[in-house]
């Protein structure tokens, strides 16, 4: 054993060693310090988007923040409901997540916050549990929005972060504790930016395009930054010619490698190549800083968040003359349905219908016209009607006819087509987009709904029209009987609602003139129902621990809950849903209550498959070793949960 003297003698040896591993340190080297938050607080009904329940993280040092990860434990019992948001103390903002209340039902959030994070928060098992301690937290994943928004700011002050509940009527919970970690900026670092544009008018099919890429260093910026390089994702449709200015592109792989970039300066190089895609094509061009010397204060590099500073994102229209292009395939694994005009009949002007689609139930048409319904003989009289002159090449064949005069460029014909399921996709053809001098210039637009989402189609032009994104645009002039006008519209992603809008774009008349479309068959779809099922459970208590951290002990009570859900399109009928116990547990008897969710299944079963109880609007048994549970029917996105108990033999 040391004495007194030898001890202290060791104790300096020790503290001028840590002297030396300090002053061997860089100057530079970046710290990270972190600041706790363990104030339990309840997240309930009061605690909704307009009343967060508020958590602050005092910081007294005053530095540079170069990055900023955040961890967080919540313990509630639907994950999906939480909406977390940071500010620092000059107020910039960031939402952590958004929450995902129609399908993240798992319990408890347990994440550090961390942009460098592969995943995306919330895109876990939305049924699985987090667990309910920390630290260390169980889980790192990437915030929905990008914590570098906080690069470069002052640390010192007060960092305020906010929970609400998105769905406070429903689930319950409790803010455990946080993690601020902040790390300063080093004393070396860029901030770098990334700009994109096309040189001149946009080129017609065959033409010559140029892209200018330019790479900045901010004035504010403590260093220069060397090894900069630039890719650039070439888009499809564009042939690579030659680059010139700063640096070099090497066209293979799109990396132009720009070199250093000093505090203040900007290299740019220009890129050109020819156009081969067709006329009315969306060319879009993306680019990303690659690489660089320094850390970038506000942005990763090569992370492809499109959010960042050092990406950018440019697009044009080809111009010139096209040919009519070709739509693509409706691929329907499940089948199709065609709905079909030419049996059907529409009272001519009336501007609501409705038809059977198969077997699953009515399809409904509602148009409204802000201007006039016209009539013409021989387009089937007043519109809107069924008439068979206005065919775009299907001759004899029935389409819907809209003959409007509308009273500004502006105003829409809106056609409104509710289906009576979510079908799988659909494609059909509008007739007539075209031009017509001095008259009307034809614009379309379509869009779908699914479930309240916006799903937008792809639209495949002909010679009389060009297509941008979900809209076509007449620019030239087709008879009503040739194919020159035609559109073809594909939904290759579920639909319930299908959404026409007709009028004009900027070449017609300030007041238009007569025009029309028409809208042909449609082809569905058919839709498909998908069932899910989860099964989650709880030791209640043990005869050792009682229900203190209670393990699965012979003797314990585990309480499982079944989940039966329908994320499918169409309501399922009829579901029955089994759980065989198995022998080393023994089923509590009357222990089974169902209900919407495990949170809400409150509602009393007894153990035999008769009586009322089985239509409450779910029903339950037990027999031998067998756990069922049944619902007559089964919504889509709607579940139904079963919770039941057994004790360890």
Not at 72 to 101: A, C, E, F, K, M
Not at 264 to 273: E, K
Not at 420 to 444: E, K, S
Request: glycine share 10%.
């Amino acid at each position: 054993m040391m004495g007194g003297q030898s001890l202290a003698a060791f104790q300096r040896l020790l503290l001028f060693l840590a002297g030396l591993c300090l002053l061997a340190t860089p100057a530079g080297a970046q710290s990270v310090t972190t600041y706790t938050q363990a104030t339990a607080g309840t997240i309930n009904r009061n605690t909704d988007c307009a009343r967060p329940l508020v958590r602050t993280f005092s910081v007294g040092s005053s530095f540079t923040v170069g990055d900023v990860d955040i961890g967080v434990l919540i313990t509630h019992t639907w994950r999906g409901d939480l909406q977390l948001t940071l500010q620092s103390p000059d107020g910039t903002s960031v939402q952590l997540t958004n929450g995902d209340t129609a399908s993240t039902s798992g319990n408890n959030l347990n994440v550090l916050f961390d942009d460098s994070a592969a995943q995306l928060v919330n895109t876990d098992s939305p049924t699985g549990n987090h667990s309910s301690s920390a630290p260390p937290f169980q889980n790192t994943f990437r915030p929905r929005n990008p914590l570098s928004a906080f690069a470069g700011k002052a640390s010192a002050g007060t960092w305020r972060l906010e929970i609400c509940d998105l769905y406070p009527a429903a689930d319950d919970g409790t803010f455990q504790y946080a993690e601020l970690r902040l790390t300063s900026a080093p004393s070396s670092y860029a901030d770098l930016s990334l700009t994109k544009s096309v040189l001149g008018s946009a080129p017609s099919s065959g033409g010559s395009v140029t892209w200018r890429l330019s790479v900045s260093n901010s004035s504010t910026s403590p260093s220069a930054a060397s090894g900069v390089t630039v890719k650039d994702y070439l888009p499809a449709g564009f042939t690579f010619v030659s680059a010139s200015g700063s640096g070099s592109f090497n066209a293979s792989t799109g990396v132009w490698t720009v070199g250093a970039v000093s505090a203040g300066q900007t290299r740019t190089i220009d890129v050109t190549g020819t156009i081969n895609a067709t006329a009315g094509a969306m060319i879009v061009n993306e680019a990303e800083i690659a690489s660089s010397s320094v850390v970038d204060i506000d942005s990763a590099v090569n992370n492809g968040v499109t959010g960042e500073d050092d990406y950018a994102t440019v697009s044009f229209t080809v111009a010139g003359t096209r040919s009519a292009g070709t739509a693509p395939a409706l691929s329907c694994p499940n089948g199709s349905t065609l709905f079909d005009w030419d049996p059907l009949s529409w009272s001519a002007g009336s501007t609501a219908n409705t038809y059977s689609l198969g077997g699953y139930g009515s399809i409904g048409f509602t148009l409204s016209n802000p201007g006039a319904w016209l009539s013409d003989n021989s387009l089937g009289g007043t519109s809107p009607n069924l008439q068979t002159a206005m065919h775009g090449g299907y001759v004899g064949q029935k389409s819907l006819i809209q003959l409007v005069n509308l009273p500004s460029q502006s105003a829409r014909v809106t056609t409104t087509i509710t289906l009576p399921a979510a079908m799988q996709g659909a494609q059909f053809r509008l007739f007539d987009v075209d031009y017509a001098a001095n008259q009307f210039a034809d614009t379309v637009t379509v869009e779908g709904r699914y479930q309240g989402a916006t799903v937008i189609p792809t639209l495949t032009n002909s010679i009389a029209n060009y297509v941008i994104a979900n809209s076509a645009y007449g620019d030239g002039g087709a008879n009503t009987g040739t194919s020159d006008g035609n559109v073809v519209v594909t939904f290759g992603q579920p639909i319930d609602t299908i959404i026409i809008h007709y009028g004009n774009h900027t070449a017609a008349p300030i007041d238009p003139g007569q025009q029309a479309i028409a809208i042909g068959d449609i082809t569905f779809c058919d839709p498909t129902t998908v069932l899910s099922v989860t099964k989650v459970s709880a030791v209640l208590s043990d005869p050792v621990n009682g229900t203190t951290n209670p393990k699965a002990l012979p003797g314990a009570v585990v309480e499982y809950c079944l989940t039966i859900s329908n994320p499918g399109a169409v309501a399922a009928t009829n579901v029955v849903a089994t759980d065989t116990v198995p022998a080393t547990m023994t089923y509590t008897a009357g222990s089974m209550t169902s209900g919407a969710s495990c949170a809400a299944s409150s509602t009393a079963e007894d153990d035999n498959a008769s009586g009322s109880d089985e239509s409450d609007p779910y029903g339950a048994s037990f027999a031998g070793s067998v756990i069922s549970a049944a619902a007559n029917t089964l919504s889509p996105n709607q579940s139904f949960a079963l919770k039941f108990r057994v004790s360890v033999n």
